[in-house]
């Protein structure tokens, strides 16, 4: 090549560098702020989630060790003391729900054939060490010092019985004293009202869904409008259910994803959304991808649901991926959950 070509093609080469440049600057976007970190002070649970979720993925995959590999995965949380109080207690409960999958199924089991009783699935289980319809005792964790005292029913009547002291002397009775009319009794309960200590608070109905909230939220880094970051519930849905529409059957499992004060759902969800689960009562497992519906808070907040076919019995769950608003796409941390389904 020629000196003369070569500074020609030199000279070409800086003007369309030169020229690219000043192009470039003249018209680049400004950049689109980045978004709020999370906050480990805000989410003391977050390190437990972000730990467990990947373990619940990786029994997901080999269910026959889906026990042992969650417990081993909680027991490096739950025996941590530098780890947060939340991440410790999520740990533990994670820990809970494994060791005796099949009590669990049976507490679901005995609330399905209750049937009508709304309050069935709250079964009575004594603390250790007590004998069963032998022994009076509290339900475990609660505080004596705030139990409540004897019943002013029973106690009147003792009370009544006491003889009087000679200090005490009872008084003359006024020679115009007037008897004391007998006291009416007390009206009863109105007709289908019921009472006592397992009442059914108001509003509660035998047909009421059993859902159950996932262990932790979920945070979407800089998913709000305003590049702030949101909060996620998730929760699930033991069939056979009527919510969400079309509602889980029996031995199925809904999950609802709602990431609140976001706006609507975007029509197409550019990455999934994804819930992994395995039913350590029967070593079944599998995933599926939550999607919007547009029957389903439209206008928001985006809510994304599944409905799986789980089985009956313990399950474990999780839920990660993203969000595809009608604004943002956004990341989710990952949340993870327990379902008695019967």
């Keep these: 090549m020629s000196t003369r070509t070569l500074f020609a093609t030199t000279a070409i080469a800086m003007g369309s560098s030169a020229a690219l440049l000043f192009s470039g600057v003249s018209t680049a976007d400004p950049s689109a702020p980045l978004p709020l970190p999370i906050d480990g002070l805000a989410a003391p649970g977050l390190p437990a989630v972000q730990s467990l979720s990947p373990a619940i993925q990786q029994a997901a995959a080999d269910p026959s060790n889906a026990a042992s590999m969650l417990m081993a995965a909680a027991a490096a949380f739950a025996g941590n003391q530098s780890a ?70 029973t106690a009147a009547p003792l ?67 305003d590049g702030g970051n949101a909060l996620a519930t998730a929760i699930s849905v033991a069939g056979p259910a009527n919510i969400p529409v079309p509602g889980p059957g029996p031995s199925q499992t809904a999950y609802v994803f709602t990431a609140v004060g976001t706006s609507g759902p975007a029509d197409v969800q550019k990455l999934p959304l994804n819930v992994t689960w395995v039913n350590l009562t029967t070593g079944k497992s599998g995933s599926a991808t939550l999607k919007p ?19 009956s019995g313990s399950i474990m769950s999780t839920i990660f991926g993203q969000v595809t608003t009608t604004d943002k796409q956004c990341q989710f941390m990952p949340t993870i959950g327990s379902t008695v389904v019967p």
């Design 293 to 311: 519906r547009s029957d389903i808070n439209p206008q928001g907040p985006t809510t994304l649901t599944a409905v799986v076919d789980t089985g």
């Design 159 to 225: 009370a009544a019985a006491a003889p009087a002291t000679p200090d005490t002397p009872a008084a003359a009775a006024a020679p115009d004293a007037v008897p004391v009319a007998a006291s009416s009794p007390a009206p009863g309960p109105a007709a289908g009202a019921t009472t006592g200590p397992n009442t059914a608070p108001p509003g509660y109905a035998p047909d009421t869904p059993p859902t159950q909230d996932f262990m932790y939220p979920s945070i979407g880094n800089g998913c709000l409008a």
């Design 84 to 153: 947060p109080s939340d991440s410790q207690g999520l740990a533990s409960a994670v820990s809970q729900f494994v060791s005796d999958p099949a009590a669990a199924a049976v507490i679901s089991k005995q609330a399905a054939v209750a049937g009508s009783d709304p309050l069935a699935s709250n079964a009575h289980i004594p603390a250790p060490g007590v004998i069963p319809g032998a022994e009076a005792h509290l339900l475990p964790g609660v505080d004596p010092s705030h139990a409540v005292g004897p019943d002013p029913a």
